[in-house]
Structures are given as structure tokens and as C-alpha cells.
């Protein structure tokens, strides 16, 4: 038996033995929430609550599915193991909601199942029904964006707007014909199935402990369906922190919390406020930002107690320049030049992935990326919203499709070199397919369009597939941005913030945070607050924030002054510092022969 209450403080061992019905976990940044959750799921298997087959995990990004499967792995079985190479085909099954979903609908259709396109491809298909409609002048961004949001809801929710109900119709239309789903239909197809009783009846035979992650983070969509997949007094654990919920745009809410203890009999809420990964003068920043809306302090066990620092600056050049120092430093230098012109240093020399830099949007990202390359310093970045939006990802995506026999003339119409040419390419093609696993596939597909595999973006593509070497559908398995980021590369992390959401560095450089930028101008003003609160419980040991008088953006000269999120911030917490201008580097001097 293993002794649960040794790796588990008082908190996270009352939330990982309750035994049943519906538990309510409220976990704060850094105080062990993956961990609660995998240890929940090993304790219900270990103690013969549940069969491994028995437990339904849903989570957000496919990293977090992998970690947590790999964690309850190791929990139960050693890898060596004969136990554990008998128990692999039975362990439990942790998906994204999208993913799982997907598997849902083709156990029960069959081939009557569609195929998931991703939002540009979604786009499209908007504008194709437009034009049908007569609205050539439309945005097909703005109609998809419409349409998605009416959507998030089951069933969706037109308002009366008849127009929008027109426009909605034919884009079904058009995915009918062509034999698409949306990510959005996943949802909502599924939850057309778990309406029929003799369906729902099955899955609660199934699946009768469900576990959902990130429970701040669901659509009201997702909330439907989470009621649909557990009894009211049922075997369901929701694990989430209403402070984190950064995703309103996809129609999140931090009242699902509430609601569930509202919508589910006899909940069991357990609160953890023991925080490992952020010093205490973090929380209390971050705190200070939401302005305690939260009953419960969160208490770190970290003695160490860093200021945050505040760096200005007159524009986003001296402050990628400047960045780029202060990380060659913390590094100890990357280069000889660096040594000898004084530049490296620091206390604790640091791996590169220990740093991560933060920005509301991609474009501040930029500067960044260009003064790291001029210094040598490797980085990856994941700042895409939707991955499949770059050019080769998507004509790979199109081909492994193509291969597979799906929607074979939808994507190849749409391959560079059109229909024709694919279609008799594809004969010599499909023989070279015979046992190829997801890496090979992928590779097969690189060379066919002769892409350069070192890139980075299908480096990173590489990676995430060789994490989820059986995956069918690269739509599901790119749906999130972090999902393209690999966190034990030797390289620093350039993050929106909400893919960083989830991660922790040592170090983090939350950069942009003027007025206008962060708080965005045109996005809810307490979204912005959470969004805030997540950047800075990201660090476990130092925090730079950096702001510039003067910032061109989207074409637009930006003069919005420091954020006024950081006026809420005690000054006891912070340190402010001056920009220094940047020392030229010392020339070498050569020795004298005599």
C-alpha cells in the first residue's frame, strides 16, 4: 500500500482520499493542483474504488494530459515493471475536452463521423457562406467569431438575429457538404449523443469518476457537458482557481465555481492555499491585483522574499536590448565575446530554460525574438493562438489527412499545386504508409513536400507528436498554443500569457505592461486583472516587469505611460529601477610578443 499522506499535506490528502460523490477543489497558483488531481486518480485505483478503465480525465492542453498520465504511471507502476506493462492498455483515460470528445463521436457513428477543421479553415468556410448570402463585405474573422459564440452554448443561442440564424445555416450547410466539423461542433455533437438516455446510460457505465482540470477555464458549452457526463450526486471531482480564468473570449466564467456547488448535491469543496513555487511577495502582489476576492490567503513555504523589479524605458528596442543582457548575465554568458567584454555574470548561473518572457500579444514578442538572435541566445516561442495558422503546419496538416482518406478532395484542392497535381500524386504516396506510427507519418509528409525538418515550428511539431505517437487528428493535437512548446528545451520561452498559464519558471520578464496594452483597451477590465495575476504567479524566484514611454503597435504610436496595474501594487513589494544606458564592450587587447 503506499502511504498517501507522505507526499500530500493535510489539504491536498483530504482532497485525494474522498472517497464519493462531487468534490470541489479551489487550488491557488503553485499549490499542487496536478499533483492532487494524479494522486486522486492513483488513490481511487489503489484503494479498489475504481478500475483504471473506470476514470475519465479532462483537461485543457495535450501536455497536461500526457504529465498527468505519466504521473499516475509512475504513482501506480514501476516503468520496468512487468505490472505496468500489463496494466498500459487499462490505465485511465486523460483527454482534452476536444480530443475525447472526437473519440466519443466515432465509437458511436462510426463512419457517419466527420472531420475537425481548425479555425482559419473555419474562417473560410464563413466567408464561402457570405458570399452565398450576398455578404461579400463581411469580415470572415467577425462572422466566425459570431457564430462561435452563439456556439458556446447548448443549444446555441442566436438571440433572434436572423441574420446571424441565415449565416449559421448556410456554414452548417457547407460543412455537411464537405464533411467537417468545427472545433465548436465536437462539443456540441457530442452533447446531442448524451441526450439519448440509452447513450447517457452507457457512458455512466463507462465512466462513472470523471475529473476535470482547469474547471475556471470551461465554456458554458463545456459546463453542460460536464453536467451531462456525472449524476448530481455522482462521482465527479472539478479542480480549478476562479483568479486564473483568463479565457472569457471562448465564453469561460469564473461563476462555473459557484454553480457547481449549486448545480450538484452534497459537494465537498476542499480549499488549498499552501503554496510551493511563488514567494509570499508574489502572492501578496498578485493579491493585490484582484484585490482579494478571495477569502482565503495563500501562505508559501518559500523563506527567500525577492522584490519584484519595475524597469522603464524609452522604447521596445532599448528594451529587448536590455533584456537581452540581463538574460546573457543570469546565464553567465553565451558567448566569448560576452566574457570578455564583461557582460557575463550573475550569482547563480541559470539553464536558459529557466527564463521565460511574458506579453499580452504576439507582436511585443518581436523585439524580443530579434535582440536574443542578434545575441545568440536560443528561444522558442508559442504566441500563436491557433498553431495550424502557419503556412507549412498547415499544408502537413492537409496531407495527413489526404493520406488517411479523409476529406481527401476538400485538402488536397487546397494543397500548394492544386487538386490535379495531388491526385496523382497520391497513388505513388499511399503505399509508403504501411505501419507507419504518428512520428513516421510526420516525417514521411516532410519529406514528400520537402520542408526543411530543423525549423523550429516543425521541430516543435515533431515533438508534440512524438509525445502522442498514435494521434489521428493534428487538429485536436494543435488546438492550443502550449502544446507546441517543449519546456525541457535548452532555450529561452517567449509566452503569451495565457500559454504561459499552467507553466512556472525561475525567472520571468513580464514585458509591455503599459496602459492600453495590458489592461487591453477593448477587453473586460477584471479579465485583464486575472490575466495580471497569472503572469506573476508564473515566478518562482524572480520577476522583471518593463514598461516603455513610447510603443508602435498594429501602426499605431502608443504613448499609455506604466500600467495602472502596477500603481495597485504596494511599493514594499517592488523595487524601482532606472535604465541603465548599455556599456560598449571593452576591446581585447593583444599580448605584446616582447
Known amino acids: 500500500m503506499i502511504d498517501w499522506s507522505s507526499d500530500l499535506n493535510p489539504t491536498q490528502f483530504k482532497a485525494v482520499t474522498h472517497r464519493v460523490g462531487p468534490l470541489l477543489v479551489v487550488a491557488g497558483p503553485g499549490t499542487g493542483k496536478t499533483r492532487v488531481l494524479s494522486y486522486r486518480i492513483g488513490h481511487l485505483i ?118 446571424l440564424k441565415a449565416l449559421y445555416q448556410t456554414y452548417h450547410g457547407l460543412l455537411e457538404r464537405y464533411g467537417l466539423w468545427d472545433y465548436d ?35 458554458p458549452a463545456q459546463y453542460t457537458l460536464i453536467k451531462s457526463m456525472a449524476r448530481k450526486d455522482g462521482n465527479i471531482t472539478v479542480i480549478g482557481d476562479p483568479n486564473q480564468a483568463i479565457y472569457g473570449f471562448r465564453g469561460a466564467s469564473p461563476e462555473f465555481i459557484h454553480r457547481f456547488s449549486m448545480d450538484f448535491k452534497d459537494v465537498k469543496t476542499v480549499v ?65 565575446a560576452s566574457l570578455d567584454s564583461g557582460a557575463a555574470g550573475g550569482n547563480t548561473l541559470r ?49 495527413w489527412e489526404a493520406l488517411k482518406g479523409r476529406t481527401v478532395r476538400y485538402h488536397l484542392a487546397k494543397l500548394p499545386g492544386g487538386k490535379d497535381f ?18 513516421q507519418l510526420l516525417s514521411y509528409i ?37 502544446d507546441m512548446l517543449d519546456i525541457n528545451i535548452e532555450a529561452v520561452s517567449l509566452l503569451s500569457i495565457h500559454a504561459a498559464k499552467g507553466l512556472e519558471f525561475p525567472v520571468v520578464f513580464l514585458i509591455g505592461c503599459e496602459a492600453g496594452i495590458l489592461p487591453w483597451k477593448e477587453a473586460d477590465p477584471e479579465e485583464e486583472r486575472r490575466l495580471f495575476y497569472v503572469a506573476l504567479t508564473r515566478a518562482s524566484e524572480e520577476i522583471y516587469i518593463s514598461h516603455v514611454k513610447h510603443r508602435r503597435l498594429f501602426g499605431q504610436m502608443m504613448h499609455g505611460g506604466p500600467s495602472p496595474f502596477i500603481a495597485d501594487i504596494p511599493e514594499r513589494l517592488m ?12 576591446r581585447p587587447r593583444q599580448k605584446k610578443l616582447f
Open 185 to 219: 461542433d465536437l462539443l456540441l455533437e457530442t452533447l446531442q449523443l448524451l441526450e439519448l438516455t440509452e447513450i447517457r446510460a452507457k457512458f455512466y457505465r463507462d465512466f462513472p469518476f470523471v475529473l476535470v482540470d482547469e474547471f475556471q477555464d470551461i465554456s
Open 46 to 163: 489503489e484503494t479498489g474504488t475504481a478500475r483504471p478503465e473506470q476514470i475519465l480525465a479532462m483537461t485543457f492542453t495535450n501536455q497536461a494530459s500526457k504529465e498527468i498520465s505519466g504521473r499516475v504511471s509512475r504513482l501506480l507502476y514501476s516503468e520496468s515493471s512487468t505490472e505496468h506493462k500489463q496494466n498500459r492498455q487499462t490505465t485511465p483515460r486523460v483527454s482534452t475536452f476536444h480530443g475525447w470528445a472526437l473519440g466519443f463521436l466515432k465509437e458511436i457513428l462510426g463512419e457517419d463521423a466527420r472531420l475537425p477543421i481548425d479555425e482559419k479553415d473555419a474562417r473560410d468556410l464563413c466567408r464561402e457562406a457570405a458570399r452565398e448570402l450576398g455578404l461579400s463585405n463581411a469580415k470572415p474573422q467577425g462572422l466566425y467569431e459570431r457564430i462561435s459564440k452563439a456556439k458556446q452554448h447548448f443549444p446555441p443561442r442566436m438571440n433572434g438575429d436572423e441574420d
Open 446 to 482: 516532410i519529406d514528400i513536400l520537402d520542408l526543411d525538418p530543423n525549423r523550429p515550428l516543425l521541430r516543435a511539431l515533431a515533438r508534440a507528436v512524438k509525445r502522442h505517437p498514435h494521434v489521428d487528428s493534428l487538429a485536436v493535437l494543435l488546438r492550443d498554443e502550449a
Open 422 to 439: 495531388w491526385n496523382r500524386k497520391l497513388l505513388d504516396l499511399k503505399p509508403g504508409l504501411q505501419g507507419k506510427d504518428g512520428p
Open 272 to 336: 488549498l492555499d499552501t503554496v510551493y513555487r511563488c514567494p509570499q511577495v508574489f502572492l501578496d502582489a498578485a493579491t493585490s491585483i484582484t484585490g482579494d476576492r478571495s477569502a482565503v490567503r495563500l501562505k508559501s513555504v518559500k523563506d527567500r522574499t525577492p522584490k519584484i523589479r519595475i524597469k522603464p524605458f524609452g522604447d521596445p528596442t532599448a528594451e529587448a536590448k536590455w533584456m537581452a543582457r540581463t538574460i546573457e548575465q543570469i546565464v553567465g554568458g553565451l558567448s566569448f
Open 351 to 399: 539553464s536558459l530554460s529557466d527564463i521565460a518572457v511574458l506579453f499580452r500579444t504576439k507582436a511585443l514578442g518581436n523585439p524580443v525574438a530579434e535582440a536574443l538572435s542578434r545575441q545568440g541566445i536560443p528561444f522558442q516561442r508559442a504566441d500563436t493562438p491557433d498553431p495550424l495558422a502557419q503556412k507549412e503546419l498547415r499544408s502537413i496538416w492537409r496531407l
Open 575 to 586: 523595487v524601482r529601477e532606472q535604465a541603465q544606458k548599455p556599456k560598449a564592450p571593452r
